[in-house]
């Protein structure tokens, strides 16, 4: 029982307890939309280096939008923030739903929705990651809250693929951009009823958008632990998050099944990192953590191998039950170990670095896997990507063996 309660002890924070429900449902509905989508692009172009090039392109604004909306989110007001980003990805969901139950879905308009998206993302990621200091009281269990919000999110990685596959079989794509816009209704309720005070720094108030900028990537340059973590996340997300492009591709050209076996394969990854994320929060310090991130390396690394030469559903299944373990595994123990060592005037601009890292490497390397994909085959591209990302890690390992991690939560206020 104690485990438990120590486990979930951030719920007994009520604005953490507002922003939770919300954030499953709205996870839930864009994994049902991403399944959708890829499906949908990859059924009217037949071609992986077209699917790469249109994620490429999507998003884009990560890249121009990112490295300015960390100082956004350190200069204003974050609750305010939060609010206009939920109703800019309503407008979004709608708009997209409109358009598939009105037939008029096509290339051009997904790309057009994708890059507004994208747009709101850019400033979502960053904004939500910097929050979440904010919605626990005591500042120590951060590291909970962080795990929390993975749990959250593969719980939507469970349900969500699985449910567009059902979707797309049984009614078409339209409902699943229906279902999405529903799903994120609830988010904007629940965040406007939060009520936390976000308190900013009389010197970056003061401050221009671009002096703060500078300031941010100065003082990441400046912590061997902070360029190290922010390295490694972007060298793991190149190669970890191509795998929402390739295993649509993966189901129809080396399994030779549908939608319903794609939504397996994702919900299995999804099971293997909820497993991942509830282990991770069930730990009350950072002990341990650099050797959980290189591990989880390991294991994604792996499981990409093992996935090239795999051709039977149930054997993928089991596979990528791993891929998602070692995903989350590397991912939340690099964010949590990030977050703990980041002074806290400074957290909103060097998660905006996190987020280019985490999410912006991956259009460049969706670009790469789609063209790799279309040459050499979809299979080879997993083999050469996880023994590069196994190749890594082990240099990684090296490196997180001589560096030491000190929170500065307990200092914060």
Not at 21 to 36: E, K
Not at 272 to 296: F, W
């Amino acid at each position: 029982m104690n485990r438990l309660k120590a486990t979930f002890r951030s719920l007994k924070y009520r604005n953490f307890r507002l922003f939770f429900p919300g954030l499953i449902t709205s996870q839930v509905g864009i994994w049902i939309q991403n399944v959708a989508i890829s499906w949908v692009v990859y059924d009217i172009t037949k071609s992986p280096f077209m699917m790469g090039g249109i994620l490429f392109i999507n998003t884009m604004p990560l890249f121009l939008i990112t490295p300015f909306a960390g100082m956004i989110i350190d200069k204003f007001d974050r609750h305010k923030l939060l609010m206009m980003v939920q109703v800019l990805f309503a407008i979004q969901a709608f708009l997209m739903a409109v358009c598939a139950m009105t037939n008029f879905l096509g290339l051009w308009n997904i790309i057009a929705l994708g890059l507004f998206l994208n747009i709101v993302a850019a400033i979502d990621a960053p904004l939500r990651q910097s929050t979440y200091v904010l919605l626990v009281d005591n500042k120590e269990d951060l590291s909970n809250a962080l795990s929390l919000n993975a749990a959250c999110f593969n719980v939507a990685r469970l349900i969500g693929p699985a449910l567009a596959g059902v979707l797309i079989s049984a009614v078409g794509v339209a409902w699943c951009f229906t279902i999405n816009f529903l799903c994120i209704l609830p988010c904007v309720f629940l965040v406007m009823m939060m009520n936390f005070k976000d308190k900013k720094s009389e010197k970056v108030k003061n401050q221009s958008i671009i002096e703060g900028v500078k300031e941010g990537i100065d003082y990441a340059f400046h912590s061997p632990q902070i360029t190290t973590l922010l390295a490694f996340v972007g060298i793991f997300s190149f190669i970890a998050l191509t795998y929402p492009l390739l295993m649509p591709i993966y189901t129809k050209e080396v399994l030779h099944s549908g939608a319903d076996i794609l939504g397996w394969l994702m919900s299995c990854t999804g099971v293997g990192a909820l497993c991942s994320s509830i282990l991770l929060a069930s730990k009350t310090t950072l002990r341990g953590l650099k050797y959980i991130l290189c591990l989880g390396g390991i294991l994604l690394s792996s499981g990409f191998i093992v996935m090239g030469f795999n051709n039977s559903p149930v054997n993928g299944c089991i596979t990528m039950f791993f891929v998602g373990l070692g995903f989350t595994s590397a991912i939340t123990s690099d964010s949590t170990l990030l977050q703990s060592i980041l002074e806290d005037d400074k957290r909103g601009r060097i998660m905006s670095l996190y987020s280019i890292c985490f999410v912006g490497a991956t259009s460049v390397s969706n670009l790469v896997a789609g063209s790799i994909a279309q040459f050499c085959g979809v299979a080879n591209t997993l083999i050469i990507f996880g023994t590069v990302l196994l190749i890594s890690t082990m240099l990684f390992t090296v490196r997180f063996y001589h560096l030491k991690f000190i929170s500065k939560l307990s200092n914060l206020k």
